[in-house]
């Protein structure tokens, strides 16, 4: 095979050897050690320090689309807020994805052993982020006098002594939108309130600008912030360390392939140029 | 006065958000939270406006039989189907509305997200050349931040650099990338939107930029 051949590979052939990079790792499993990010290390702490009967609002925004990446650290996190005793107030700005959060937060409740409406809450979705964000900061009761079920929601117990941002401990945002930028500017920077964050790993690096800032207690991007999740929580064989192995193997080869592709490039006849573009 | 009206609308709305966050007296405060239910309310008026572009946009085509008018009818047929569910059923668990969500939209987005992986190793391939210096920069510090962010790539970079007594350097190599070139860029670009974005504000709480009212006089 020439070096043109193997620049211009069938597409198909990646595709093969990238499901065989998928599949492998699921049959032979690899134990690779996970180091932990001060980012990370710093949204765990945050959720350490909750006391017995303390609130945090989580604000949940993903899809089944995300949920690969987003379904892990938010249980992480929750399994976390629930066994500090810690009661939860989420609500969820994102369409697609308000029946996928109800799920989640019910199974790991239910996991836990927690009450609706005593010790989380699910006030569910109302339309336009930004403007919703900025009513919760006046009273959570205006954009949801009811919760995702109709019940009022000044009748749940979790609700008690809860106004707004400035009732609860932190609020955590699990979100695979551009909904993180409404919690920042409309939500963080106008109540000043604590934030962490959990994102997709192709979004976290456009937001750790607001970690160094302080906006940001801190982030966990993508499978690898869920694993790092799971290391400091001890779960030695949680789904996110498992799944990690196979991200490992894919990134190793995608890295591969742009190594090959280059060495093709240059053999084939390809110029580098000190100058021009990227 | 069709254009008098909306823009002493806009001024007076605006100067009313805009004092909340200056001066600690309750009116402007109670206004505010006063219109942000109004903008609720308005909000979902919009929404009904979409369902309305839906339709006006699909049907016709399924209509008059257009081509690819079975991916229109498709595209309805999910929405009346989510609709009347839900109505009918409402959204508990159990209820047809969840199992179409769970067996239907749940596959389908996350099919159509999985495969992102495999096209952009095959653009990685494809497209990611050492044509240039700035290129090669993007490249290096891609693959560094790749292998950096996944414990195989430190695992391994640790066997090569062991000897040398040093350890986790391919991790903090990407930490480093992320924390400090790519948050000075991120902030740089964040500081011009911000006041490209403080500008634009201005200009139409002074009437001065008018395209959101349809035209540009």
Sequence with gaps: MSWKALAAVDRRVIFVILIAGILLPMVFPLK???????????????????????????????????????????????????????????????????????????????????????????????????????????????????????????????????????????????NATSGVDFWLQYGQSRFRFPLAIGMTAVMASDYYTYVQSGQLVGLIGGLKGAAEYETLMHEKDGYATRVMNIQSVVHCIVVGFILVGNIAFLMSGGKFRMGGRA | MKRQIPLVVCFIAGIIFLLQYFTPHPWPTYLAERMLKWTIVIGFFALGLGIISLWITHLPKVMKQAPGWGYNAVSLAGFLGMVVTGLVWGKNPGTPFIWMYNNLMNPITATMFGLLAFFIASAAYRAFRVRSLLATILLVSAVVVMLGRVPIGDYFFDMLVAPLGYHGVLGAAANWLLNYPNVAAKRALNVGIGFGQAAIALKILLGIERSYLGGDK
């Design chain 1, 32 to 174: 690779m050690p996970i180091a932990v990010t001060p980012e990370v290390q710093s949204v765990y702490d945050r959720i350490e320090s909750l006391q017995k009967g303390d609130t945090i609002m989580m604000t949940m925004e993903y899809d089944p689309s995300t949920l690969a990446e987003m379904q892990p650290m938010t249980y992480n996190m929750l399994r976390h807020v629930f066994r500090r005793g810690a009661k939860v107030v989420a609500v969820c700005l994102f369409t697609t994805g308000v029946s996928q959060v109800e799920q989640d937060l019910k199974k790991i409740a239910d996991e836990n052993g927690k009450k609706y409406g005593e010790d989380y809450a699910y006030l569910g979705y109302k339309p336009y982020p930004a403007i919703v964000i900025t009513a919760l900061g006046q009273d959570f009761r205006n954009p949801f006098p009811k919760d995702y079920y109709g019940t009022p929601t000044d009748s749940l117990p979790v609700m008690k002594g809860i106004k707004n941002f400035s009732s609860v401990k932190l609020v955590l945002s699990v």
